[in-house]
């Protein structure tokens, strides 16, 4: 088994562990807002690697813009919707309402994902959103290339519903 896998498994339980321990969610809940951070986190990273490709393509005069990221395939992102920006809100910001803002700039800029993202953050302890947020922040997504779904969606399972 690879490494990184195991790295992923090890960091979904932590994020089970914080909020068994830190908030208020029955352990059915806990997958909403986890999924959703991982979502953020990949999405981040994959608009990352096109930004970087984009700005090596050569001069634009027009500027890169949300088709180029869609013509790679990639999901166009907001700054207020980037992980790095969640990550380095100063402190005392309500990272509940950031993260909520982000799903709803997510949305409003990729239709297909309208109303479908959690915005339930607001419901979680800024110190616990910002320890999942570093939690996620720490699994090298670059190296999860042939993640087995089987095994990723039991570890899911297991961590958050019992």
């Keep these: 088994m690879p490494a990184n896998t195991t790295d992923l498994e090890k960091r979904l339980w932590e994020a089970a562990d914080e909020l068994r321990a830190n908030s208020r969610l029955k352990s059915s809940e806990y997958s909403i807002p986890v999924l959703g951070l991982i979502f953020l986190r990949y999405a981040d990273w994959k608009f990352t690697h096109a930004e970087e490709e984009l700005k090596n393509t050569g001069s634009r005069r027009r500027g890169i813009t949300k088709v180029d990221y869609q013509a790679k395939g990639v999901m166009y992102l907001p700054d207020a919707a980037r992980f790095s920006t969640l990550l380095n809100l100063p402190g005392g910001a309500d990272i509940g309402k950031a993260i909520n803002d982000a799903m709803r700039a997510i949305e409003a800029e990729n239709e ?29 997504l670059g190296t999860i290339k042939n993640l087995d779904r089987t095994r990723f969606w039991r570890c899911v399972s297991v961590a958050f519903f019992f």
Excluded: A, G, Q, S
């Design 112 to 140: 297909e994902l309208k109303d479908i993202l959690p915005k339930t953050y607001n419901r979680l302890e800024n110190d616990l959103l910002f320890d999942l947020l570093k939690n996620f922040n720490k699994v090298e």
